[in-house]
T-cell receptor, first 113, second 113 residues
C-alpha cells in the first residue's frame, strides 16, 4: 500500500476564488490520480498525473479549471479555479499500486459559498 | 452512461450474518474488478479484487464472485461485524495503460449489533 496525505483536509471558499490541494506520498510512484466525489455521487476521475508529462484530463474536465502539477514522484497539486458552488465536493488523490489497485488519500472536503 | 452500477443504495444486516453487496457492469472490455470501503471523512480503502480469468477470490471474511456472462459481481462479508458499516464501492478497469478505474455509485452497509 502507500501512505498518502492531503492538505487541506477541508476548506470553505468564496465563489470566484481558487484553491490548491496538495497530495504527498510516502514513496515514489509513477501514476497519481485526482478524483472528485460530489455529494451523494460516485468517484469521478478528473485527471491522471504522471511525473514529467502533462496531466491527462477526462471528458468534462479541462486544464484551465483544474490545473495540475507533478513536480516529482512523491507530490502533486490540484487547483480548483474560479470556484462556483457546483465545485463543492470531496477531492481525492490516489496512487497506483499492484496490478490495478489504487490507494487513496483522506480527501479534501471543499465547500464553495 | 453509468458503466458500473450498484442498484442498492443501502443494505442493513444483523451482526454475524452474511452481507451481500452487488454490482453490475455494462462494458465487456472490463477485465479487472475491485471493491473499496469508505468511512465518512476518510478516503476509500482497497478491500479485494478479482481478475476476469477467475470467478472467485477470497480474503478472510471477504469473498468476491464474478459472473462474466451476466456482467455481475458480488462481495460477500461473512460474518458481518459492526465495524463493517461503511459505503462500499465496486470499481472496474479494462486494464489499459492508463490504470483508469470506473466506480459504481456505492452501497451503504449498516451492520446492526
Amino acid at each position: 500500500s502507500a501512505v498518502i496525505s492531503q492538505k487541506p483536509s477541508r476548506d470553505i471558499c468564496q465563489r470566484g476564488t481558487s484553491l490548491t490541494i496538495q497530495c504527498q506520498v510516502d514513496s515514489q510512484v509513477t501514476m497519481m490520480f485526482w478524483y472528485r466525489q460530489q455529494p451523494g455521487q460516485s468517484l469521478t476521475l478528473i485527471a491522471t498525473a504522471n511525473q514529467g508529462s502533462e496531466a491527462t484530463y477526462e471528458s468534462g474536465f479541462v486544464i484551465d479549471k483544474f490545473p495540475i502539477s507533478r513536480p516529482n514522484l512523491t507530490f502533486s497539486t490540484l487547483t480548483v479555479s474560479n470556484m462556483s458552488p457546483e465545485d463543492s465536493s470531496i477531492y481525492l488523490c490516489s496512487v497506483a499500486r499492484g496490478t490495478y489497485e489504487q490507494y487513496f488519500g483522506p480527501g479534501t472536503r471543499l465547500t464553495v459559498t | 452512461d453509468q458503466q458500473v452500477k450498484q442498484n442498492s443504495p443501502s443494505l442493513s444486516v444483523q451482526e454475524g450474518r452474511i452481507s451481500i453487496l452487488n454490482c453490475d457492469y455494462t462494458n465487456s472490455m472490463f477485465d479487472y474488478f475491485l471493491w473499496y470501503k469508505k468511512y465518512p471523512a476518510e478516503g476509500p480503502t482497497f478491500l479485494i479484487s478479482i481478475s476476469s480469468i477467475k470467478d472467485k477470490n477470497e480474503d478472510g471474511r471477504f469473498t468476491v464472485f464474478l459472473n462474466k456472462s451476466a456482467k455481475h459481481l458480488s462481495l460477500h462479508i461473512v460474518p458481518s461485524q459492526p465495524g463493517d458499516s461503511a459505503v462500499y464501492f465496486c470499481a472496474a478497469t479494462d486494464g489499459g495503460a492508463t490504470n483508469k478505474l470506473i466506480f459504481g455509485t456505492g452501497t451503504l452497509l449498516a451492520v446492526q449489533p
